[in-house]
T-cell receptor
Framework: QKEVEQDPGPLSVPEGAIVSLNCTYS??????FMWYRQYSRKGPELLMY????GNKEDGRFTAQVDKSSKYISLFIRDSQPSDSATYLC??????????????FGKGTKLTVNP | GAVVSQHPSRVICKSGTSVKIECRSL??????MFWYRQFPKQSLMLMAT?????????EQGVEKDKFLINHASLTLSTLTVTSAHPEDSSFYIC????????????FGAGTRLSVL
């Protein structure tokens, strides 16, 4: 079983729709949970960052973490064509050597149609 | 958010040559920098972790003699792909870690390497 599972999509929605993106994970050692947005041929851009169960809101984006179910979500309200990108969930844990490692989901490709 | 600059954004080279990629944290000091590789339609794969002033830690299966990493200062790390071959063609992305434990990683824009 992979440490982090994310449905790659693709996901296509009309402009203004509410988008729900999800990841599940198997390792209880994950401490921090992030969502990155990656446009084609660019590096990932951090959208949201949280370390506790519950919701965190930032503008049109809401990140949700449920540690008991090992499930995280990103909601995008009033989606815009400019939101069209690949969304990567990422989780942070310590390695056996004591260094930190970021484990990524495969990414979900989102297209918002005008 | 913090800014990481990566250069060059695109490089095309002949097989057998070496290519150097630079990664700079512009407005913060990155004690740890990471190098990733990304194949088309796949997620990022960690290649190595580098700490300022010490040797890089490579992930299993990554050839340390082929991918040379230098982290000489708190704001600069370089990746040199030595004797590049077509199979090394890929998208290489660096990141710098901001803060201590649980520090967020900020990513560069990536370098697309094509080896002919």
């Amino acid at each position: 079983q992979k440490e982090v599972e994310q449905d790659p999509g693709p996901l296509s929605v009309p402009e203004g729709a509410i988008v729900s993106l999800n990841c599940t994970y198997s390792n209880s050692a994950f401490q921090y949970f992030m969502w990155y947005r990656q446009y084609s041929r660019k590096g990932p851009e951090l959208l949201m960052y949280t370390y506790s169960s519950g919701n965190k809101e930032d503008g049109r984006f809401t990140a949700q973490v449920d540690k008991s179910s090992k499930y995280i979500s990103l909601f995008i309200r009033d989606s815009q064509p400019s939101d069209s990108a690949t969304y990567l969930c990422a989780m942070n844990r310590l390695t056996q050597g004591g260094s930190e490692k970021l484990v990524f989901g495969k990414g979900t490709k989102l297209t918002v149609n005008p | 958010g913090a800014v990481v600059s990566q250069h060059p954004s695109r490089v095309i080279c002949k097989s057998g040559t070496s290519v150097k990629i630079e990664c700079r944290s512009l407005d913060f000091q990155a004690t740890t920098m990471f190098w990733y590789r990304q194949f088309p339609k796949q997620s990022l794969m960690l290649m190595a972790t580098s700490n300022e002033g010490s040797k890089a830690t490579y992930e299993q299966g990554v050839e340390k003699d082929k991918f040379l990493i230098n982290h000489a200062s708190l704001t600069l790390s370089t990746l040199t792909v030595t004797s590049a071959h077509p199979e090394d063609s890929s998208f290489y992305i660096c990141s710098g870690k901001y803060g201590g434990g649980g520090g967020i990683q900020y990513f560069g824009a990536g370098t697309r390497l094509s080896v002919l």
